[in-house]
Structures are given as structure tokens and as C-alpha cells.
């Protein structure tokens, strides 16, 4: 993504009407033009988003003997780690196909890394979203689908796809993307920088029950890390599996994880 501008730049993309999407009602033989305008308040780091939650959440037991460390939040708040993902159905691009993708018909089959980007056809958001579609594999594993979101038309999406990496693009990707035109997707999910009308760097791990488990906003310069997304989608799924269970710090498949209690988390602290 750019990281910083002084004056408007203006993006440009001739995309063909006339698609082979299937989803194409009737097709236009006149070319269209979509011109993307960056705006010249468009910096690199915003300096002030506030989270809306103002009120803390707190720890719930759970039917089992020992406590659970799961953070259940307030209905009606903002969304957060605990709430239930609001829920959306929206035009996509798959496989250079205009697509529907509704969030809650994941519920009961699939984890969902859900991540939005500020813009198509810009710096930072490539290098991540053919990050995550080189490591699809990895995420399907762990029945994981991943969804990108950005506030451009799905005519820009496709235009991207069709754009070689080499030259800027995306190529094929291994997953949607998603179109929030109305930007209501991401208002709803609290990313949405509404003087500029695009979205900040959200990814929100969302669970089978479909409640958001983990959520990191970055500002618009800096890029994520999909190692790191990897990571914490697999501890979710450990201590989902194990919920006596907590996993510490840089936690892997593979390592030592820790009882939450003060006498039983002795036995970790003393392997380390």
C-alpha cells in the first residue's frame, strides 16, 4: 500500500465489460474505464483511530474444572475478541468469476481469516494477498477459508487478477476477494477510515461458531504477516481443543503449553 503521498495520484485500469464471468448478466461491448483517485490525505500512517470499545472486558468460567481463559464481550458493543462476526453477503471475485460470499454460511464448517486492505492496484496489499494465496494450502489444512475485502468494485478486483505478479498484480488467487463498495462491511467490522473512505490493515480470526477469536489492525504502511497469522490461528485451535490449556508465548505446534493455574503452571516454567 502506498505509505505516503503529497499530491493525488490517480490509478487507472481499461477493463474490459465484455467478461467471461459467468455471473454477467449481459455483456457490454464498450470498454470501461474505472479510474481509482488516491486521495492527497492519504498518508502512510493515520495519526490518531481510537478504538470504540470503551468498556473492559471480563473473564468467564466455564463448565469445566479448571478456569477458562476465553473473554466473552458485552452484546451490542463494537466488534471485538468475543463477539460474534457481524455478518455480511457481498459480491466477490474467485477463479476470475463474479462470485456471493455470506460470511455465516461458514458457521459450523470453517475457521475464517477475514482481512481487509486499503486499496487494488497498490504496493503494500499485493505483497500480502499473494502472500496468504501462496500458503493457501496450509490454511485449508486447518479448515481455514481466507476472505480479502477492500472498498473497490469487483471490476477492479478482476482487473487485478488479470494483471501479472511481475507487472503489479495479483495473477490467480486461491481465495476471494471480496467487494465492500458501500463500505458498510468495513464500518461494521471498525476499520473503516471515513474521511478517506478506505479501510485500515484489519485481519479478524473469526471461529466454526463464528465469534472473532483474535483481531490486529495495522496502519496503512505496514504489511502483515502471515507466519504470525498462522501461528495464532493454530494455538486457537489447541486450546479450543484443549481448554484446560493456555499457550504461551511464540507458541508452535509441537511445544509445551501451560496449565492456568499457579501450582500446575510451575511444571512449564520449570522446563523452560
Request: negative net charge; contains cysteine.
Given at each position: 500500500m502506498a505509505c505516503s503521498a503529497t499530491s493525488a495520484t490517480v490509478l487507472t485500469s481499461s477493463?474490459?465489460?465484455?467478461?467471461?464471468?459467468?455471473?454477467?448478466?449481459?455483456?457490454?461491448?464498450?470498454?470501461?474505464?474505472?479510474?481509482?483517485t488516491v486521495p492527497d490525505s492519504f498518508a502512510g500512517l493515520r495519526k490518531s483511530f481510537q478504538s470504540r470499545?470503551?468498556?473492559?472486558v471480563s473473564l468467564n468460567r466455564s463448565s469445566h474444572s479448571q478456569r477458562?481463559?476465553?473473554?466473552?464481550?458485552?452484546?451490542?458493543?463494537?466488534?471485538?475478541?468475543?463477539?460474534?462476526?457481524p455478518d455480511f453477503e457481498a459480491e466477490a471475485v474467485f477463479d476470475q468469476e463474479f462470485i456471493k460470499v455470506k460470511l455465516s454460511e461458514y458457521i459450523g464448517k470453517k475457521y475464517v481469516v477475514l482481512f481487509f486492505y486499503p486499496l487494488d492496484f497498490t504496493f503494500v496489499c499485493p505483497t500480502e494477498i499473494t502472500a496468504f494465496s501462496?500458503?493457501?494450502?496450509?490454511?485449508?489444512?486447518?479448515?481455514?477459508?481466507?476472505?480479502?475485502?477492500?472498498?473497490?468494485?469487483?471490476?477492479?478486483?478482476?482487473?487485478?487478477?488479470?494483471?501479472?505478479r511481475k507487472s503489479?498484480?495479483?495473477?490467480?488467487?486461491?481465495?476471494?476477494?471480496?467487494?465492500?463498495?458501500?463500505?458498510?462491511?468495513?464500518?461494521?467490522?471498525?476499520?473503516?477510515?471515513?474521511?478517506?473512505g478506505i479501510a485500515l490493515r484489519g485481519l479478524f480470526i473469526i471461529d466454526k461458531e463464528g465469534v472473532i477469536?483474535?483481531?490486529?489492525?495495522?496502519?496503512?504502511?505496514?504489511?502483515?504477516?502471515?507466519?504470525?497469522?498462522?501461528?495464532?490461528?493454530?494455538?486457537?485451535?489447541?486450546?479450543?481443543?484443549?481448554?484446560?490449556?493456555?499457550?504461551?508465548?511464540?507458541?508452535?505446534?509441537?511445544?509445551?503449553?501451560?496449565?492456568?493455574?499457579p501450582k500446575l503452571s510451575k511444571d512449564y516454567f520449570a522446563a523452560i
Open positions: 477493463i474490459p465489460r465484455a467478461f467471461s464471468a459467468k455471473s454477467l448478466a449481459s455483456p457490454v461491448a464498450k470498454p470501461f474505464s474505472q479510474t481509482l470499545v470503551p468498556h473492559p477458562s481463559f476465553v473473554v466473552k464481550a458485552s452484546a451490542g458493543e463494537p466488534p471485538l475478541v468475543g463477539n460474534t462476526a501462496d500458503r493457501y494450502a496450509e490454511f485449508e489444512k486447518l479448515d481455514t477459508e481466507i476472505l480479502g475485502i477492500s472498498v473497490d468494485s469487483v471490476f477492479s478486483h478482476l482487473a487485478w487478477v488479470q494483471t501479472d503489479g498484480g495479483l495473477g490467480d488467487l486461491k481465495y476471494p476477494l471480496v467487494s465492500d463498495v458501500t463500505k458498510s462491511i468495513s464500518s461494521s467490522y471498525g476499520v473503516l477510515i471515513h474521511d478517506q477469536q483474535h483481531s490486529t489492525i495495522n496502519n496503512l504502511a505496514i504489511g502483515r504477516s502471515v507466519d504470525e497469522t498462522m501461528r495464532t490461528l493454530q494455538a486457537l485451535q489447541y486450546v479450543q481443543k484443549n481448554p484446560d490449556e493456555v499457550c504461551p508465548a511464540g507458541w508452535k505446534p509441537g511445544e509445551k503449553s501451560m496449565k492456568p493455574d
